[in-house]
């Protein structure tokens, strides 16, 4: 009797009982051949069909119909998609400033297609492998436990070194295949069995106690860790080479190229591989391994049509690691939305930490404030619209008081909506004020600070206007005809709108515009003195 046998019956002491170990013995009684009742023996003539029908076939259908078989057993069933990761689904779109969506009936059924797909290709990777040439090193018993085994597994934790258990609704894919780790792991199972020699076993209390437990998961961990780079020798290593995968082109050499080196990245998946490069580009930056070949994967950015979609690493949570900065940020420059990216990044994740902080009662402090309020720059995301997030945050906050710390101004003379503001007195205003309605400035008593947008649009005359000194959103003053009597503010953070305008004489721009300068009216420049910069555009049609 073998010991790889016996050590089978010990890890699955019901194995011996199942349908398909049954079959096999009616089989042989119906051909007059010895059956027996010992465990032991039962799984060996198992194994033996094991390797009958997962070999070396000339018909690749044979292969493709057992994979089918394990597909309906161990891939997720539609049903068994939990609500919580479609709830998860709209949880990131938030993050990333989408607001609150409806994840309807079909994007339900697209998003559980992906993960079925995803968990499907994930699962033959493994039966190809095991079942190819390259594993026949390996007795049947060890390759047979390694897959029972890894079926039990959903992702692996970077930071905990560990994978998490799988169930019945886990949406994540099969554990990613390394070649690599996988040997090491069965080659030091079956030298233990056998009573061998295991190679740096004896020094090394960490890996005795891992054989000891015999425990598949934590061994594959082990030797993922042991196998990857980390942070303090491979990933020091930040020379490489930038790959490009095309829209629209083949995912396969994608895929091929992330598997086995977990990056923690979905697009391992070939399903989501696939509709990633269907949406645009898709660029990895792959540093030198010791042969000096560009393979292991650091970054990748994801473009959706000639936007950049997202930037990942393979930190944990897939943030970049400590090292590879500098390359990122050489790349990004290469895209016309690198910049406004890494912003719209790093205020998402910002406005996450802020918000979380909000729930849990922590207290905000003067700096998240002055990014909530936005006084340094507008709080941008990836939606369409303003991030819904800030404005719940804000809703019950003492806004007053709140601004009163931020600009050293007494409650008294902050404004906070358009009937205060017009009560003259006030210093600053925080938010909007809209008076496209007025046609006449006449007591007109506006805020020394506007910290958003001013609309004064259906002003015909500046006579009597006085406007702030500040205003930090857009300034609309396209229906003055005339810049006579009129008094710019020294500062405007947005647009200024005088389309209106047909004479420049008696006009003084502001010195700094934070974006765009709209005179389209003009029909002379005589006396025009533009501002020394503009951050945006110039419209002098």
Same mark, same amino acid.
């Not at 089978?8 to 027996?36: A, I, N, Y």
């Not at 009597?485 to 305008?501: A, F, Q, R």
């Given at each position: 009797?073998?010991?790889?046998?016996?050590?089978?019956?010990? +890890?699955?002491?019901?194995?011996?009982?199942?349908?398909?170990?049954?079959?096999?013995?009616?089989?042989?009684k119906?051909?007059?051949?010895?059956?027996?009742?010992?465990?032991?023996?039962?799984?060996?003539?198992?194994?033996?069909?094991i390797?009958?029908?997962?070999?070396?076939?000339?018909?690749?259908?044979?292969?493709?119909?057992?994979?089918?078989?394990y597909?309906?057993?161990?891939?997720i069933?539609?049903?068994?998609?939990? =609500?919580? %990761?479609?709830?998860?689904?709209?949880?990131?779109?938030?993050?990333?400033?989408?607001?609150?969506?409806?994840?309807?009936?079909?994007?339900?059924?697209?998003?559980?297609?992906?993960?079925?797909?995803?968990?499907?290709?994930?699962?033959?990777?493994?039966? #190809?492998?095991?079942?190819?040439?390259d594993?026949?090193?390996y007795?049947?018993?060890?390759? %047979?436990?390694?897959?029972?085994s890894?079926?039990?597994?959903?992702?692996?934790?970077? =930071?905990?070194?560990?994978?998490?258990?799988?169930?019945?609704?886990?949406?994540?894919?099969?554990?990613?295949?390394?070649?690599?780790?996988?040997?090491?792991?069965?080659?030091?199972?079956?030298?233990?069995?056998? +009573?061998?020699?295991?190679?740096?076993?004896?020094?090394?209390?960490?890996?005795?106690?891992?054989?000891?437990?015999?425990n598949f998961?934590?061994? %594959?961990?082990?030797?993922?860790?042991?196998?990857?780079?980390?942070d303090?020798?491979?990933?020091?290593?930040?020379?490489?080479?930038?790959?490009?995968?095309?829209?629209?082109?083949?995912?396969?050499?994608?895929?091929?190229?992330?598997?086995?080196?977990?990056?923690?990245w979905?697009?391992?998946?070939?399903?989501?591989? @696939? #509709? @990633?490069? @269907?949406?645009?580009?898709?660029y990895?930056?792959?540093?030198?391994?010791k042969?000096?070949?560009?393979?292991?994967?650091?970054?990748?950015?994801?473009?959706?049509?000639?936007?950049?979609?997202?930037?990942?690493?393979?930190?944990? *949570?897939?943030?970049?690691?400590?090292?590879?900065?500098?390359?990122? *940020?050489?790349?990004?420059?290469?895209?016309?939305?690198?910049?406004?990216?890494?912003k719209?990044?790093?205020?998402?994740?910002?406005?996450?930490?802020?918000?979380?902080?909000?729930?849990d009662? +922590?207290?905000?402090?003067?700096?998240?404030?002055?990014?909530?309020?936005?006084?340094?720059?507008?709080?941008?995301?990836?939606?369409?619209?303003?991030?819904?997030?800030?404005?719940?945050?804000?809703?019950?906050?003492?806004?007053?008081?709140d601004?009163?710390?931020?600009?050293?101004?007494?409650?008294?003379?902050?404004?906070?909506?358009?009937?205060?503001?017009?009560?003259?007195?006030?210093?600053?205003?925080?938010?909007?004020?809209?008076?496209?309605?007025?046609?006449?400035?006449?007591?007109? +008593?506006?805020?020394?600070?506007?910290?958003?947008?001013?609309?004064?649009?259906?002003?015909?005359?500046?006579?009597?206007?006085?406007?702030p000194?500040?205003?930090?959103?857009?300034?609309?003053?396209?229906?003055?005809?005339?810049?006579?009597?009129?008094?710019?503010?020294?500062?405007?953070?947005?647009?200024?709108?005088?389309?209106?305008?047909?004479s420049?004489?008696g006009?003084?721009?502001p010195?700094?515009v934070?974006?765009?300068i709209?005179?389209?009216g003009l029909?002379?420049?005589?006396?025009?003195?533009?501002?020394?910069?503009?951050?945006?555009s110039?419209?002098?049609?």
């Amino acid at each position: 009797m073998e010991r790889g046998e016996q050590f089978l019956h010990q +890890k699955f002491s019901e194995l011996h009982t199942t349908e398909p170990v049954e079959r096999e013995q009616e089989r042989k009684k119906r051909k007059g051949e010895e059956v027996s009742v010992k465990p032991a023996e039962k799984i060996a003539d198992f194994l033996e069909v094991i390797k009958k029908t997962h070999g070396h076939h000339e018909d690749p259908r044979v292969l493709e119909r057992i994979k089918k078989g394990y597909h309906k057993e161990y891939v997720i069933a539609p049903e068994d998609v939990p =609500e919580s %990761y479609f709830e998860l689904q709209k949880r990131l779109a938030r993050e990333q400033g989408h607001g609150d969506i409806e994840i309807t009936d079909e994007m339900k059924e697209q998003l559980t297609e992906v993960i079925i797909a995803d968990q499907e290709s994930t699962l033959d990777n493994w039966v #190809d492998y095991l079942s190819s040439p390259d594993a026949d090193a390996y007795p049947m018993w060890v390759r %047979y436990w390694a897959f029972r085994s890894m079926l039990r597994l959903s992702s692996y934790d970077k =930071e905990k070194k560990a994978f998490a258990k799988r169930r019945k609704d886990t949406v994540a894919p099969f554990p990613d295949l390394n070649r690599e780790a996988l040997a090491y792991v069965v080659d030091a199972i079956d030298k233990k069995i056998q +009573k061998q020699d295991i190679s740096g076993a004896a020094d090394n209390p960490e890996l005795q106690a891992l054989l000891k437990g015999e425990n598949f998961g934590k061994l %594959y961990a082990y030797a993922i860790e042991k196998v990857t780079p980390d942070d303090k020798n491979e990933f020091l290593k930040t020379v490489g080479e930038w790959v490009r995968y095309e829209q629209g082109s083949d995912h396969m050499p994608l895929v091929q190229s992330l598997q086995g080196h977990g990056t923690g990245w979905c697009t391992a998946g070939e399903s989501t591989a @696939q #509709d @990633q490069l @269907q949406g645009g580009d898709f660029y990895v930056y792959y540093s030198y391994d010791k042969s000096g070949k560009p393979t292991i994967p650091r970054v990748a950015i994801r473009m959706q049509e000639n936007n950049i979609a997202e930037v990942r690493g393979v930190a944990p *949570d897939q943030n970049l690691d400590p090292y590879i900065g500098e390359v990122v *940020d050489k790349k990004l420059k290469e895209f016309p939305d690198g910049e406004e990216y890494k912003k719209k990044t790093s205020d998402m994740k910002r406005l996450t930490e802020i918000e979380k902080r909000h729930k849990d009662g +922590k207290e905000l402090g003067k700096d998240d404030l002055g990014f909530l309020y936005e006084f340094k720059s507008n709080i941008e995301g990836f939606g369409y619209e303003r991030d819904p997030r800030i404005d719940e945050i804000l809703e019950n906050r003492d806004k007053k008081a709140d601004i009163s710390l931020l600009t050293g101004y007494v409650k008294e003379q902050i404004s906070v909506n358009n009937e205060e503001g017009l009560r003259g007195g006030f210093k600053f205003h925080y938010g909007d004020i809209f008076l496209f309605d007025f046609e006449s400035a006449e007591g007109l +008593k506006l805020p020394e600070t506007v910290s958003g947008n001013l609309d004064l649009g259906g002003l015909k005359s500046a006579e009597g206007l006085k406007l702030p000194e500040t205003v930090s959103g857009n300034l609309d003053l396209g229906g003055l005809i005339s810049a006579e009597s009129l008094k710019l503010p020294e500062t405007v953070g947005g647009n200024i709108w005088l389309g209106g305008l047909i004479s420049a004489e008696g006009l003084k721009l502001p010195e700094t515009v934070g974006d765009t300068i709209g005179l389209g009216g003009l029909i002379s420049a005589e006396g025009l003195k533009l501002p020394e910069t503009v951050s945006g555009s110039l419209d002098l049609r």
